[in-house]
Each structure stands twice: as C-alpha cells, then as structure tokens.
C-alpha cells in the first residue's frame, strides 16, 4: 500500500475566502488567472478571480442557448472557451470566457452518425487545442470530435479497452496529453493516452476527486490530499485536510503550488499547503 511511504504535510492556513452556492459540483480555471464553477441546482455558471470575487454569474433553467437542466461538468482548460456538459438536455454547450454562448454539440439526432452518437454527456475535455472528448454515460465509453463536432473515434468500452469504464464521471489530461478517467464503478483513476490506447489504473480508496497540476495528481481520498507522480509511478506526499471538510468536497482545483480551491455543495474556498 502506498501510505507507508508519505509524508504529512500541515497547512499553514486554512480558509481564506469563501462563497455561497446551492448544488456546486464541478470547478475549473482557463489558464488565464480565473475560475468558474458550475451549480447544478441553480442552473449556473460563477465566473470568479483567484481570490473569489466574483467576476460574472451566468445560466438559468431551460432548454434554449446559455440554460441548463442539471449540468454536471464544466471545463475551461483550453483556456479559450468553456464547454458544460448539459445532459438533461442530451447536449454539450460551448461557451466563451466571459459566460456568453457560441454552440452547441447535440448527436441524438437522426442525420448525426450512429456510431458516434451520445445522449447524456456527463463531462468533456479539449485536448490537442481542438478536440472535444465527451464521457457518454449510456455507452460508457469516450467519444471524440474534432473541432467539437466532427465525430472521429471512440475509446474506453469493453469493445477497446482491456479495463472498459463502468462509470466515468471526471476527466483531466496532463502535460504530455494523456487522460485521466476517474470512474465512481472501479472506485479508481484510469490513464489512456490521447489515442484510447490503456496505459494504467491508479487505486486508491474511496476516490472523491483529483486534479492535476504540474503533472501531478492530487487526489482526494477520505480527508486527505494523496499526491501522486506518474513519472515515479508512486504517492509522494500525503495532506491531511481541517475536520471542516470531511465528506463535504465535491470537486478540487490546484491553482498553482500555494493556492488549493476546495469545492463543497454550498461553498468554495481555497487553503494554503
């Protein structure tokens, strides 16, 4: 087991800000200095500078541009739009950086291939500054389009992978292009690279979140922060998190090596390791 070989780092300091939400489940940064976190309840996206002012707030319910029915997942990694992952309404929204909408992706329809199709997108990533991969939870599986809409390939169902997803709810990449997959069935983090092809499996238990910063994971387990380097193929650091945040967080974002946002359903804030 990893944790005879950790080292247990204290914080510094706890929480520095914090703001109120509904329902948040999903947070990420465009590269740019700014986050946006996505609350599934309120049907909207807050748009917020690192030291949690709030810069925008966007998004309503409904089914017409810039609405939502329940989103589950946001992602502005590519540091030039946002796509949200809106699949109560079987569709993935394209954003611009300041919460406005350009597009949409929605393959239910009977002129979009088959093959390629997904009805309840449940989280995407851009990867290679064009293409849009999408968790399509009925077929448990990964599809990818380029430029966010010509279908190209498809990876992660028992048909293509020697390990095939049960239940993906999360997706980061790293530096070197290759995609994390944390899958609630497995209770494990799974590495393909940017062609489908499986590398590998990260155990850990009862996996909240993670995400990825300087191609390290830092993941979520219990209370504790596990950081884990691919390149050494092994845990490295253990951060225990205050007893405030027990069984509360819902997503994590590593801002950069001083600044860690914490997400809970009705706040975030940020700590310092």
Same mark, same amino acid.
């Given at each position: 087991?990893?944790?005879?070989?950790?080292?247990?780092?204290?914080?510094?300091?706890?929480?520095?800000?914090?703001?109120?939400? @509904? #329902?948040?489940?999903?947070?990420?940064? &465009?590269?740019?200095?700014?986050?946006?976190?996505? &609350?599934?309840?309120?049907?909207?996206?807050?748009?917020?500078?690192?030291?949690?002012?709030?810069?925008?707030?966007?998004?309503?319910?409904?089914?017409?541009?810039?609405?939502?029915?329940?989103?589950?997942?946001? &992602?502005?990694?590519?540091?030039?739009?946002?796509?949200?992952?809106?699949?109560?309404? =079987?569709?993935?929204?394209?954003?611009?950086?300041? $919460?406005?909408?350009?597009?949409?992706?929605?393959?239910?329809?009977?002129?979009?291939?088959?093959?390629?199709?997904?009805?309840?997108?449940?989280?995407?990533?851009?990867? #290679?500054?064009?293409?849009?991969?999408?968790?399509?939870?009925?077929?448990?599986?990964?599809?990818?389009?380029?430029?966010?809409?010509?279908?190209?390939?498809?990876?992660?169902?028992?048909?293509?992978?020697?390990?095939? $997803?049960?239940?993906?709810?999360?997706?980061?990449?790293?530096?070197?292009?290759?995609?994390?997959?944390?899958?609630?069935?497995?209770?494990?983090?799974?590495?393909?690279?940017?062609?489908? #092809?499986?590398?590998?499996?990260?155990?850990?238990?009862?996996?909240?979140?993670?995400?990825?910063?300087?191609?390290?994971?830092?993941?979520?387990?219990?209370?504790?922060?596990?950081?884990?380097?691919?390149?050494?193929?092994?845990? @490295?650091?253990?951060?225990?998190?205050?007893?405030?945040?027990?069984?509360?967080?819902?997503? $994590?974002?590593?801002?950069?090596?001083?600044?860690?946002?914490?997400?809970?359903?009705?706040?975030?804030? =940020?700590?310092?390791?």
């Amino acid at each position: 087991m990893p944790y005879k070989i950790l080292i247990i780092f204290f914080f510094i300091c706890n929480i520095s800000h914090s703001q109120s939400f @509904s #329902n948040a489940i999903s947070i990420t940064g &465009d590269g740019k200095g700014f986050i946006y976190v996505l &609350d599934k309840s309120k049907n909207e996206i807050t748009k917020l500078d690192s030291n949690l002012n709030i810069i925008k707030k966007s998004g309503d319910y409904g089914w017409a541009s810039g609405q939502f029915i329940s989103p589950t997942y946001i &992602d502005a990694s590519s540091g030039l739009d946002i796509f949200v992952s809106d699949g109560n309404n =079987y569709r993935v929204q394209r954003l611009d950086l300041n $919460l406005a909408f350009i597009s949409e992706l929605k393959t239910n329809t009977i002129t979009f291939n088959p093959e390629f199709q997904f009805n309840t997108p449940v989280a995407t990533l851009i990867v #290679n500054s064009n293409n849009l991969f999408v968790i399509d939870k009925d077929n448990k599986r990964i599809v990818i389009y380029q430029n966010g809409e010509k279908p190209s390939n498809s990876f992660g169902d028992f048909k293509t992978s020697p390990t095939p $997803l049960i239940e993906p709810v999360k997706l980061l990449k790293d530096n070197n292009n290759n995609i994390y997959i944390l899958d609630k069935g497995y209770n494990k983090i799974l590495i393909f690279d940017n062609f489908g #092809n499986f590398i590998k499996t990260i155990e850990l238990d009862n996996v909240k979140t993670f995400s990825i910063f300087n191609n390290n994971l830092y993941i979520i387990s219990g209370n504790e922060i596990f950081i884990y380097e691919p390149q050494k193929n092994a845990f @490295s650091e253990k951060i225990s998190l205050p007893e405030n945040y027990q069984n509360k967080i819902t997503d $994590l974002l590593i801002y950069n090596s001083e600044k860690y946002f914490i997400l809970e359903k009705n706040k975030l804030s =940020y700590i310092k390791p």
